[in-house]
C-alpha cells in the first residue's frame, strides 16, 4: 500500500467496516475488522468492534479472544468487560465471565443490565446465595424490575426461603399478570394442586437452564440418573439388544440421547423447551428432534416407537393418566418404556414445595395398569442433590400389558 494514501485508505476500510456491520454483513465486517486490527493493534475499538462480530456469527470463543484484547488495552471501559461477560457465559466460561461481570460493576457501579447479567451468572454455575444478594441488591435500585423480581423469588425458592418467594412471586404477578412462570408457583406455595403445571412455566425454567444445563446438573446436583438407567435397563434380560425407533421424551440437551443412542437404530427427541432442543441439536445425538409438548406429540404421532425414554420427566407431571395412555397408543407390542420419578411416601402423588411432583410406586403401578403397562422392573435411585441432601426416587421400566417376553 503507497504510504502516501495509507490514512485514506484506512479511513475508508473503517467505514465500510461499520457500515457492513449496520447493514448485517457481519462477514464482510469481520474480514474488514481483522484487517484493520493488523495494521492498529492497540487500537480498542477495533478489537471490541471484532468481538462483537465474532458475537453476532455466535463464535464466542473468538469473541471472548477479541473482547480480551479489547480489555488489556482499555481497562477502564465498563462495556469492554460487560461484553467479554456475554461472550464468556456463551462460551460456558463462568467463572471468566463472572471475573468480567465484576469488573465492569466495579468501574459502574449500580449499573442495572451488569448487576441482573451477573446475577443469571450466579444461577447458572448453581452460586444461588450470591444470585439471592445480587438480585436482591438489584431490585433494591430498581423496584419494578419483573424479571429480577422473578429470579430473586426463585432464588429464595431453590434455598427453602418458601415465604419469602412466595413474596416475591406474588409482587412478580402483580406486575405481570401474564407471567405464567411465576403465577405457577405463587400458586404451589399457596398450596393449590395442579395435574400439570403450564407449558411457559416449562419452557421458561429449561430455556433460562439450557446454556449451563449439562454442567450444573452434573457438577453442582451430583446428577448420574441418565447413566445409571442406562445401567438398569441393560441388566434387565427382557431388553432387545437393538430398538428400531426409539423415542426420548423431555429430551433435553441430549443426556438421555447419549446414554441410549448405542441400542437404538433411530432416536426421536421431543422436548417443549427450545433452548434445549438446540443444545441437543450440536450435539449430533437424534436422528429427528421436535420441539413440543410430549403428549401432544404422542397423540399426532403416526409412527409406533419400540423403546421410550423419559428421564426427570416425570417430576414435572402430576397425573401421570394421559401420558402413559398417549405412550401405548403409539408403542409396539413388545416396546419398553423406561423412566424415572421422584419418591414419595405419600399415597398417589403430591405436588412438593420445589414446585415438581413425587409419585407413590403404587401410584406409578395402578396407572400403568390402567393404560395398558405392566411394571417389568423398578429399581429405587438417588436422583439429584440439592442442600447436601439426596433427592430420592425410582426408575422403573414398563413393558406392555398383554405382551410376553421370549
Given amino acids: 500500500m503507497d504510504k502516501k494514501n495509507e490514512p485514506l485508505d484506512i479511513q475508508a476500510m473503517y467505514e465500510k ?22 495494521y492498529f493493534p492497540e487500537v480498542a475499538g477495533i478489537h471490541y468492534n471484532l468481538g462483537l462480530a465474532y458475537f453476532e456469527l455466535e463464535q464466542f470463543s473468538d469473541a471472548v479472544t477479541s473482547y480480551s484484547t479489547a480489555a488489556d488495552i482499555n481497562p477502564e471501559d465498563p462495556d469492554i468487560f460487560y461484553n467479554l461477560g456475554l ?22 457501579p449500580g449499573d442495572r443490565e451488569i448487576l441482573y447479567n451477573l446475577g443469571c451468572c450466579y444461577m447458572d454455575t448453581g452460586a444461588i446465595e450470591h444470585a439471592r444478594t445480587t438480585f436482591e441488591s438489584l431490585v433494591k435500585l430498581v423496584p419494578d424490575y419483573v424479571s ?10 431453590l434455598l427453602g426461603n418458601f415465604d419469602q418467594a412466595k413474596e416475591l412471586y406474588e409482587r412478580v404477578v402483580h406486575l405481570d399478570p401474564d407471567r405464567q412462570s411465576a403465577r405457577y408457583m405463587y400458586s404451589v406455595l399457596s398450596g393449590s394442586i395442579e395435574n400439570v403445571p403450564p ?16 454442567q450444573h446438573l452434573v457438577e453442582n446436583l451430583e446428577c448420574s440418573l441418565y447413566t445409571t438407567m442406562r445401567k438398569i435397563f441393560s441388566d434387565t434380560t427382557a431388553v432387545k439388544s437393538l430398538y428400531d425407533h426409539a423415542l426420548d ?58 423403546l421410550l425414554i423419559a428421564a426427570d420427566v416425570l417430576p414435572y407431571i402430576g397425573d401421570l393418566g394421559p401420558l402413559f395412555k398417549a405412550a401405548a397408543s403409539k408403542s409396539t407390542d413388545d416396546a419398553i418404556f423406561c423412566f424415572s420419578c421422584e419418591a414419595t411416601l405419600q399415597p398417589e402423588w403430591i405436588l412438593q414445595p420445589s414446585g415438581r411432583y413425587a409419585h407413590h410406586p ?45
Fill in 17 to 38: 467496516a461499520l457500515s457492513s456491520h449496520q447493514q448485517g454483513d457481519i462477514e464482510q465486517a469481520l474480514h474488514l475488522y481483522s484487517q484493520l486490527a493488523t
Fill in 249 to 306: 421424551l423431555g429430551c433435553g440437551t441430549g443426556l438421555s440421547g447419549e446414554a441410549f443412542r448405542s441400542v437404538c437404530r433411530y432416536l426421536t427427541g421431543v422436548d417443549l423447551s427450545g433452548g434445549m432442543i438446540a443444545r441437543a441439536r450440536k450435539k449430533k445425538i437424534y436422528d429427528e428432534l421436535k420441539c413440543y409438548d410430549i403428549v401432544e406429540f404422542l397423540d399426532t404421532a403416526t409412527e409406533r416407537f419400540d
Fill in 148 to 157: 429480577a423480581l422473578n429470579n430473586l423469588a426463585y432464588a429464595n425458592h
Fill in 87 to 108: 461472550a464468556c457465559k456463551k462460551a460456558a466460561m463462568y467463572s471468566e465471565a463472572e471475573r468480567a461481570y465484576l469488573k465492569a460493576l466495579a468501574l459502574q
Fill in 199 to 214: 407449558q411457559e412455566y416449562i419452557c421458561e425454567l429449561f430455556d433460562r437452564f439450557s446454556e449451563s444445563y449439562d
Fill in 362 to 406: 403404587d401410584c406409578v403401578q395402578k396407572t400403568a395398569e390402567e393404560t395398558g403397562w405392566k411394571i417389568l422392573k423398578e429399581s429405587p435411585t438417588d436422583i439429584r442433590k440439592e442442600k447436601d441432601t439426596w433427592v430420592k426416587g425410582n426408575i422403573f421400566l414398563l413393558t406392555r400389558l398383554q405382551y410376553k417376553h421370549p
